[in-house]
């Protein structure tokens, strides 16, 4: 474990209580001049940062969204039923190009009609508000369709990666008591050798191929939504209701159930104008699946609550494809990845020069650091700078950002946004000043902050663990100006290619594989993904380590909990390291590999 020391800083009472580490390639306090890029686009949405700053607060942001009599909301009824009446009727909502490039666009019209069917679908098959409704799809059009209906009617939507694989499908219908799945026939197979284990799960509904092999309790999508009306009222929810569930990982246990409510709307819509500073005529790509929580709140209901055209590109990645379906569909901002990023820094400047990227005026990344040197290229290739930006699925909205009006700090995650007040603090909460190493905190409040987690009050309650702040498990130092620099995680949680992966739960569908007996499992530091899933595993008695065995146990986890979350590495040990009490210790497998000294191994089962 490395202690840093950040340079010339006091060390008062207070910084010597929390001790941070850093991975090698972390950003850590820099006392030089920093790089400051100036390029803001012409016109922003947010223009002052400082006057707003001062003066902003989530009150005045009530009156840009749509209520119901008696404080009622739906963010359904916010992203797309006012659209009917503002004049975007016939705006497209949706640019679709699917895995064989073909390019279909829905309305807002279409939206609200077939969203409309659905809910209507969905409510005579008993669903009820409240009930939860897992979205198990590709990036196909009926994705974006069934969320909103699923919100419109008041039952809660839970979005999931299409590369999930069984374990992951279970471990979240399980949870969360699922009712309803919607899915396709590529993805059903994953759910059928599950199913029995699910005995909540009532209904399957399924989007295309043929109606006469659906089983028991199974529904052509096509065939429910063709019955229907396309008239529905959108259920008025209270503020605090539910929206959406969306599991995440943490470092301990399964994925846990993140529960955002309708309220979260104000949220999106704001920070989706200040920091996307989406526009009218805007063509908008978030590239995030909405699987994850990007692909959800910016990939859906914030650009919608705004009356924005949305792309959504189900093909795979490479350079000409991604540059392709921006200069087809003239895309003018673009929020993407650090992962993403590198790799078109690694495909060269030439599949730039490919493709005509003019029509693009903001490009954003999230989810993993942004290295400087990333933002330096977007510069020189893409003549903008990169706005990085800072949140989380529990935070349920950008919090920090490099705003579009202020100058653009490689390597920062930017400042606060109006009306959040981020702070870096000791572990005993008290606030460091600038430049000292320490948690990144917020002070409850924002809209969009999480409400619970799914039936786990006490994982909730360690968010809050000292009152006044919410702890995000993230590590950080702010600078003289008040921009936040990442630093790394407080915790063992992986963060590989912008996806966030526990380590339990790799070990877990490791030491489901026969041949495996212990496992433990780090990130690895990675020059192109950020980090990489490395494990450490002991064999079963008897069996006899080969190449055909590891990439056995390689394929069971990649099949078993999704594409990403498989080993990259896996290392065979005699023995792993453990505490007294039986826990493996993952803090001394990461010293181990990146030779940094142990540390205190007092504890150690075996020293
Ligand atoms: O560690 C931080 C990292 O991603 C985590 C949140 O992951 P997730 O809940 O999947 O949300 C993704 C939506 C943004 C954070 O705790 N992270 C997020 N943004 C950044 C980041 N790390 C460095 N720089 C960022 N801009």
Same mark, same amino acid.
Request: with cysteine; charged share 25%.
């Given at each position: 474990?490395?202690?840093?020391?950040?340079?010339?800083?006091?060390?008062?009472?207070?910084?010597?209580?929390?001790?941070?580490?850093?991975?090698?390639?972390?950003?850590?306090?820099?006392?030089?001049?920093?790089?400051?890029? !100036?390029?803001?686009?012409?016109?922003?949405?947010?223009?002052? @940062?400082?006057?707003?700053?001062?003066?902003?607060?989530?009150?005045?942001?009530?009156?840009?969204?749509? $209520?119901?009599?008696?404080?009622?909301?739906? =963010?359904?009824?916010?992203?797309?039923?006012?659209?009917?009446?503002?004049?975007?009727?016939?705006?497209?909502?949706?640019?679709?190009?699917?895995?064989?490039?073909?390019?279909?666009?829905?309305?807002?019209?279409?939206?609200?009609?077939?969203?409309?069917?659905?809910?209507? =679908?969905?409510?005579?098959?008993?669903?009820?508000?409240?009930?939860?409704?897992?979205?198990?799809?590709?990036?196909?059009?009926?994705?974006?369709?069934?969320?909103?209906?699923?919100?419109?009617?008041?039952?809660?939507?839970?979005?999931?990666?299409? =590369?999930?694989?069984?374990?992951?499908?279970?471990?979240?219908?399980?949870?969360?008591?699922?009712?309803?799945?919607?899915?396709?026939?590529?993805?059903?197979?994953?759910?059928?050798?599950?199913?029995?284990?699910?005995?909540?799960?009532?209904?399957?509904?399924?989007?295309?191929?043929?109606?006469?092999?659906?089983?028991?309790?199974?529904?052509?999508?096509?065939?429910?939504?063709?019955?229907?009306?396309?008239?529905?009222?959108?259920?008025?929810?209270?503020?605090?209701?539910? #929206?959406?569930?969306?599991?995440?990982?943490?470092?301990?246990?399964?994925?846990?159930?993140?529960?955002?409510?309708?309220?979260?709307?104000?949220?999106?819509?704001?920070?989706?104008?200040?920091?996307?500073?989406?526009?009218?005529?805007?063509?908008? $790509?978030?590239?995030?699946?909405?699987?994850? &929580?990007?692909?959800?709140?910016?990939?859906?209901?914030?650009?919608?609550?705004?009356?924005?055209?949305?792309?959504? @590109?189900?093909?795979?990645?490479?350079?000409?494809?991604?540059?392709?379906?921006?200069?087809?569909?003239?895309?003018?901002?673009?929020?993407?990845?650090?992962?993403?990023?590198?790799?078109?820094?690694?495909?060269?400047?030439? =599949?730039?020069?490919?493709?005509?990227?003019?029509?693009?005026?903001?490009?954003?990344?999230?989810?993993?650091?942004?290295?400087?040197?990333?933002?330096? $290229?977007?510069?020189?290739?893409?003549?903008?700078?990169?706005?990085?930006?800072?949140?989380?699925?529990?935070?349920?909205?950008?919090?920090?950002?490099?705003?579009?009006?202020?100058?653009?700090?490689?390597?920062?995650?930017?400042?606060? #946004?109006?009306?959040?007040?981020?702070?870096?603090?000791?572990?005993?909460?008290?606030?460091?000043?600038?430049?000292?190493?320490?948690?990144?905190?917020?002070?409850?409040?924002?809209?969009?902050?999480?409400?619970?987690?799914?039936?786990?009050?006490?994982?909730?309650?360690? @968010?809050?663990?000292?009152?006044?702040?919410?702890?995000?498990?993230?590590?950080?130092?702010?600078?003289?100006?008040? @921009?936040?620099?990442?630093?790394?995680?407080?915790?063992?949680?992986?963060?590989?290619?912008?996806?966030?992966?526990?380590?339990?739960?790799?070990?877990?569908?490791?030491?489901?594989?026969?041949? &495996?007996?212990?496992?433990?499992?780090?990130?690895?530091?990675?020059?192109?993904?950020?980090?990489?899933?490395?494990?450490?595993?002991?064999?079963?008695?008897?069996?006899?380590?080969?190449?055909?065995?590891?990439?056995?146990?390689?394929?069971?986890?990649?099949?078993?909990?999704?594409?990403?979350?498989?080993?990259?590495?896996?290392?065979?040990?005699?023995?792993?390291?453990?505490?007294?009490?039986?826990?493996?210790?993952?803090?001394?497998? !990461?010293?181990?590999?990146?030779?940094?000294?142990?540390?205190?191994?007092?504890?150690?089962?075996?020293?």
């Amino acid at each position: 474990m490395k202690l840093v020391d950040p340079p010339g800083k006091a060390k008062g009472k207070s910084s010597a209580k929390t001790e941070i580490t850093a991975s090698p390639g972390q950003s850590l306090p820099q006392t030089g001049r920093q790089e400051i890029i !100036k390029k803001c686009p012409i016109n922003p949405n947010l223009v002052h @940062y400082e006057k707003a700053y001062q003066t902003f607060d989530w009150d005045q942001a009530r009156g840009e969204v749509d $209520w119901f009599a008696g404080g009622k909301i739906n =963010a359904a009824y916010n992203a797309v039923d006012r659209h009917m009446s503002d004049g975007r009727r016939n705006k497209v909502a949706l640019y679709a190009i699917d895995s064989r490039n073909k390019l279909s666009k829905l309305t807002f019209q279409d939206v609200y009609e077939q969203s409309n069917k659905l809910g209507n =679908a969905l409510k005579k098959l008993g669903v009820e508000k409240g009930d939860r409704v897992f979205v198990f799809l590709p990036r196909v059009p009926e994705l974006y369709v069934t969320t909103v209906a699923i919100a419109k009617i008041g039952a809660i939507a839970g979005p999931l990666f299409s =590369a999930f694989g069984p374990d992951a499908l279970r471990d979240r219908l399980q949870d969360s008591e699922a009712t309803v799945i919607i899915t396709n026939p590529e993805l059903k197979p994953k759910l059928d050798s599950i199913r029995k284990e699910l005995p909540d799960l009532a209904y399957v509904i399924v989007v295309g191929g043929d109606e006469s092999k659906l089983g028991e309790r199974e529904y052509s999508y096509e065939a429910l939504v063709n019955a229907e009306s396309d008239k529905l009222e959108c259920e008025r929810m209270d503020p605090e209701d539910p #929206l959406y569930l969306l599991y995440t990982s943490g470092t301990t246990g399964k994925p846990k159930g993140v529960v955002h409510v309708h309220n979260d709307i104000i949220g999106h819509h704001m920070t989706t104008r200040w920091v996307l500073d989406l526009q009218e005529d805007d063509i908008y $790509w978030c590239t995030a699946d909405p699987g994850w &929580v990007t692909g959800t709140v910016y990939g859906i209901f914030g650009p919608w609550s705004n009356g924005i055209s949305v792309v959504s @590109y189900e093909g795979r990645f490479d350079a000409d494809s991604w540059y392709n379906v921006i200069d087809k569909l003239k895309v003018t901002v673009w929020y993407t990845a650090p992962t993403a990023l590198r790799m078109l820094m690694k495909a060269g400047d030439e =599949a730039v020069y490919r493709h005509s990227l003019a029509s693009l005026r903001h490009v954003l990344s999230v989810g993993e650091p942004l290295n400087p040197e990333v933002v330096r $290229w977007g510069m020189k290739v893409y003549g903008l700078p990169i706005h990085d930006n800072w949140w989380q699925t529990e935070t349920g909205m950008q919090l920090v950002a490099n705003l579009p009006c202020m100058p653009v700090k490689p390597g920062s995650m930017g400042r606060p #946004l109006p009306g959040v007040y981020a702070a870096v603090v000791n572990d005993d909460g008290e606030e460091l000043p600038a430049g000292e190493l320490g948690r990144l905190v917020v002070k409850p409040g924002w809209p969009s902050m999480l409400r619970s987690i799914w039936r786990n009050k006490e994982k909730f309650d360690e @968010y809050f663990r000292i009152p006044g702040w919410y702890f995000s498990g993230d590590n950080a130092w702010k600078d003289e100006e008040g @921009y936040f620099w990442f630093v790394g995680r407080a915790d063992d949680v992986i963060n590989t290619a912008g996806h966030r992966v526990g380590p339990f739960e790799v070990e877990s569908a490791l030491v489901e594989h026969e041949a &495996v007996a212990e496992a433990g499992v780090i990130g690895k530091p990675d020059k192109e993904r950020g980090e990489i899933i490395k494990a450490f595993i002991v064999l079963a008695n008897g069996v006899t380590a080969s190449d055909e065995l590891i990439e056995s146990i390689r394929e069971h986890t990649k099949r078993q909990l999704a594409a990403h979350a498989y080993p990259r590495e896996i290392e065979i040990k005699d023995s792993l390291p453990k505490t007294r009490s039986g826990k493996i210790m993952r803090r001394l497998l !990461k010293a181990w590999e990146l030779g940094l000294p142990t540390g205190d191994t007092s504890s150690l089962e075996e020293d």
